[in-house]
């Protein structure tokens, strides 16, 4: 029998645990790592340093005029005195309330998706809500005519209620319209395999600029006399059509990775062809191409600064519109940090709600 006295376990060196040693697991693993890792710590310092003194330090923040900012940093006035353009457009201001309660709704249907405590049943009627009654209550409000509130017409709107309409309206038009067309891409009747083809080349073989402008300028000179279509609806129709197209292919990329055995599995229950796609086939697809949907959400949202070009004002055309204003001199470059701000964190909402859903529905997506 062994008598010597056990060994006490030693604690790990202090240059394997806490900040230490993920310092050096990860930055300083070794001589190249260092050596990178300094000299991007240097080019981030060289920039980011004198970039935060301009955009903080030596920035003006209140005011009311273009005098009142030093010329040293950014003019953050500028923002605060335009904020409402860029918000709400030309809504008129008595009225912006209903934008609002928009606002308010949207939030509603949004913000529980990135709180994992609250229920899962909650989060879903939520989203039922979002994509069936919520486009409705919106429509009512912002356009008017009903229950006695004041008719807004669609050129009155604009900044950043109109990018979010546009992006809303599209992504939640073309997801169906593109899992149509994929499934019809993939069908066994020609007639419906040629067509589905023809629409989704077709559309992908064209710039999306060309698609705005052709549904603004020239889809009128081919209508009936006296048809006419609102600018904006044109628009909404172009950009739907033109990324379901684009849709099409990412969800036919995930119907492509289901196997043979789960189609017919879904045969060998009795199941229809289109109980099948909806309960065995479609569910698993759609996980797979999560990342590749959530891209197309948002090259599609990014895109709506295109309508600039048929005379609708959105965010960023609200920001080009005024930093030319000859009361306010040298602002170009606040007004596009400050758009692009607003896009990161719409874009970058999208990328990690994306992330969290694959999380949930155990996609095998390791890294993040």
């Known amino acids: 029998m062994n008598d010597r006295p056990r060994t006490p376990d030693l604690p790990p060196p202090i240059t394997e645990v806490g900040a230490i040693g993920w310092l050096r697991a990860n930055l300083f693993r070794s001589w190249t790592s260092s050596i990178v890792t300094l000299v991007l710590l240097y080019l981030l310092a060289r920039i980011l340093v004198p970039f935060l003194d301009w955009a903080l330090v030596s920035a003006s923040f209140t005011g009311t005029k273009s005098s009142d900012c030093s010329g040293q940093g950014a003019c953050w006035v500028f923002i605060g005195q335009r904020i409402d353009f860029f918000i709400y457009g030309f809504y008129p201001a008595t009225e912006r309330w209903r934008v609002n309660i928009c606002y308010a709704l949207l939030a509603l249907v949004l913000v529980p998706h990135f709180i994992p405590v609250i229920p899962t049943r909650v989060r879903k009627w939520l989203g039922i809500f979002g994509v069936t009654l919520f486009p409705v209550l919106a429509y009512v409000l912002v356009t008017g005519g009903w229950f006695g509130l004041e008719a807004i017409p669609t050129d009155k709107w604009g900044g950043l209620t109109l990018t979010l309409m546009l992006a809303f309206a599209g992504i939640l038009a073309s997801l169906p319209i593109g899992i149509v067309l994929a499934l019809g891409r993939r069908s066994k009747m020609p007639v419906i395999r040629s067509l589905s083809v023809v629409f989704i080349e077709v559309w992908r073989g064209v710039p999306l600029i060309s698609v705005l402008f052709m549904a603004s300028v ?13 600018k904006l609806l044109r628009a909404l129709i172009g950009i739907t059509l ?7 292919e ?6 492509q990775a289901i196997p043979k055995g789960q189609y017919e599995a ?6 229809s062809y289109w109980k099948g796609m909806g309960l065995v086939i479609l569910p698993q697809a759609l996980k797979y191409v999560i990342p590749g949907i959530v891209n197309t959400f948002i090259a599609l949202f990014k895109d ?3 309508v600039l070009i ?3 004002f959105d965010v960023l055309g609200t920001v080009q519109s005024t930093i030319i204003d000859p009361a306010w001199r040298n602002v170009a470059t606040e007004g596009y940090l400050f758009a692009a701000f607003l896009f990161w964190i719409f874009c970058f909402g999208m990328s990690r709600y ?15």
């Open 266 to 271: 879904a045969h060998a229950l009795g199941l």
């Open 304 to 306: 709506t600064t295109l």
């Open 242 to 248: 033109f990324w379901s197209a684009y849709m099409a």
């Open 250 to 255: 990412v969800v036919r990329g995930g119907l």
């Open 218 to 230: 020239m889809l009128p000179i081919f209508l009936p006399e006296g048809v006419d279509f609102n």
């Open 354 to 368: 994306s992330q969290n859903l694959e999380r949930r529905l155990h996609t095998g997506h390791a890294n993040r």
């Open 310 to 312: 048929i005379g609708l």
